[in-house]
């Protein structure tokens, strides 16, 4: 499928409020996921280096682990997370990642998969549609709300 | 200044046309800019006066037909302007917003014209002709008119108006009027002066010479006035900053962020220019540039690009609350 049709059809079955908030996205997220998410700053420590973000997903519940940076791109770090859980990317943990040093001990381990956010390695399709969904969730939660032309303002031709 | 006023009003008249066809736009003021373009080209502005003038009978009727526009063109803002500032429909009921009121004034105008001594054409048509008491009248009953209409329109632009652009559209609109008020004024001085023959000849030539930059200054500041609203919608519609902006940052860093070639990067700079949703763009430049800084830490960016980059970025991270408020956090361990 192509890709921005997957992303349009995947950010449709959310069912998100007209002007979503990052709580409302992570809300929908969790209801496709059917587990609680939960949210840590990550470091270059448990990272890796040049892995800006990881999901975790574990029997009980989802992780999420960010590198923190500036206020938009670390949001953008958490959608491209939500992006591989809603993606179904659950359970393939290194499917189409570009194996790279950093990620040796990263793998399927006692029913825990792993998926990370890597910025200099060359994206593959897997990193690539949950990329372009982050880029159309991020367009969802950053859309200016409609505001509606006063009277004065339509006569003037505003 | 007049050439001033008609090409601005005339490239008013297009852009709002485009509005109203393209976009749906009201057609508010087009008749009042229309009318008005009409009354500025019979100056002479493209073509001389003495032959339009001649193809109305060349005795002066051009004269007639311009004070007419201009009246016109004067009452369709007046009514425009009401529309947008009234709260619903009722001032239409009073008598001076009836088109029963704007056919009595145009008659009031037309009359004493008609009653004149015509003359052949003339450039100065009513100083040389002020002494018949029908163009007196006429010219002063036009200048009356249209004193009224301009104090009218002044004072409704200045009443208080929530959205900006309207608001600064009809404070330069009202600045418009309140010179063509003046002006008409001080013309209603200088002909009873000529009429009745009273005051130095120097006092009248100060108040002859004044006549046109106070009405074609004013003329000129209600069509920027009314040039306003289509600036506006167009740079909205066009999103023009942030095109600006996603040109120059693919410009200046195209290459650098995406490994473009320089076919490629020339083809990116042009996408940039007609981008559907220029801040889409601009958005993966502020998620890519920190992804240089946490990846490849060690290259720069330019000066200008940096600060453009951290507007855009400001504007992003405004839009995204802080994620200790909305996510939950795991607790550390």
Redesign the interface.
């Known amino acids: 499928m192509e890709q921005a049709t997957l992303t349009t059809d995947v950010i449709a079955t959310l069912n998100l409020p007209a002007y979503p908030?990052?709580?409302d996205l992570?809300n929908a997220v969790e209801g496709k996921y059917g587990k609680?998410?939960?949210?840590?700053e990550g470091t270059v420590d448990n990272l890796g280096e040049?892995v800006?973000g990881q999901w975790i997903d574990t029997p009980s519940q989802g992780?999420v682990r960010?590198?923190r940076?500036?206020?938009?791109?670390?949001?953008?770090v958490?959608l491209h997370e939500l992006s591989h859980i809603l993606l179904g990317h659950k359970g393939k943990p290194l499917d189409g990642l570009i194996a790279g040093s950093f990620f040796s001990g990263i793998g399927k381990r006692n029913g825990v998969s792993w998926m990370c956010r890597a910025?200099?390695v060359p994206l593959d399709e897997a990193e690539a549609a949950a990329e372009n969904l982050a880029?159309g969730l991020?367009?969802v939660?950053?859309a200016t709300p409609v505001k509606e032309a006063?009277?004065?303002?339509?006569?003037?031709?505003? | 200044m007049i050439a001033a006023a008609f090409w601005i009003l005339a490239a008013v008249l297009v852009s709002r046309l485009y509005f109203v066809v393209r976009w749906g736009a009201s057609s508010a003021f087009l008749g009042a800019i229309g009318i008005g373009v009409l009354g500025l080209f019979s100056t002479g502005v493209v073509v001389p006066e003495a032959i339009l003038d001649a193809a109305l009978g060349g005795v002066n009727f051009l004269h007639l037909v311009r004070n007419l526009c201009v009246t016109a063109a004067v009452w369709l803002i007046r009514e425009g302007i009401f529309a947008a500032y009234s709260r619903d429909e009722s001032y239409r009921s009073r008598f001076s917003h009836r088109p029963l009121a704007a056919v009595l004034g145009a008659t009031a105008i037309t009359v004493p014209f008609l009653c004149q001594q015509f003359v052949p054409t003339s450039l100065s048509f009513v100083p040389e002709n002020i002494h018949q008491l029908p163009v007196f009248v006429y010219a002063g009953i036009y200048m009356g008119i249209l004193a009224l209409l301009a104090v009218s329109v002044l004072r409704i632009c200045l009443r208080p108006q929530e959205s900006l652009p309207v608001r600064v559209s009809s404070r330069v609109v009202a600045a418009g009027m309140a010179l063509v008020a003046v002006a008409s004024a001080e013309e209603i001085a200088y002909m009873s002066a000529m009429h009745i023959d009273v005051g130095s000849s120097s006092f009248r030539q100060v108040l002859y010479v004044l006549f046109s930059p106070l009405f074609y200054g004013g003329v000129l500041l209600t069509s920027l006035g009314l040039g306003i609203p289509p600036i506006v919608k167009a740079w909205r519609r066009l999103q023009l900053w942030d095109r600006a902006a996603l040109v120059f940052l693919t410009a200046t860093l195209g290459k650098a962020y995406w490994g473009l070639s320089h076919s490629a990067w020339i083809a990116g700079v042009m996408r940039s220019v007609w981008a559907k949703h220029p801040s889409a763009g601009l958005y993966e430049y502020v998620i890519r540039s920190s992804d240089h800084k946490i990846a490849l830490s060690g290259r720069s960016t330019p000066q200008l690009s940096g600060r453009v980059l951290d507007a855009v970025q400001a504007r992003f991270d405004g839009g995204v609350g802080s994620l200790e408020s909305v996510l939950p956090v795991k607790a550390p361990q």
């Open positions: 908030d990052l709580s992570v609680r998410l939960v949210f840590e040049g800006t992780i960010y590198l940076g500036a206020r938009a791109w670390t949001a953008h958490v910025v200099d880029f991020a367009r939660l950053h006063t009277k004065a303002e339509r006569v003037f031709g505003l």
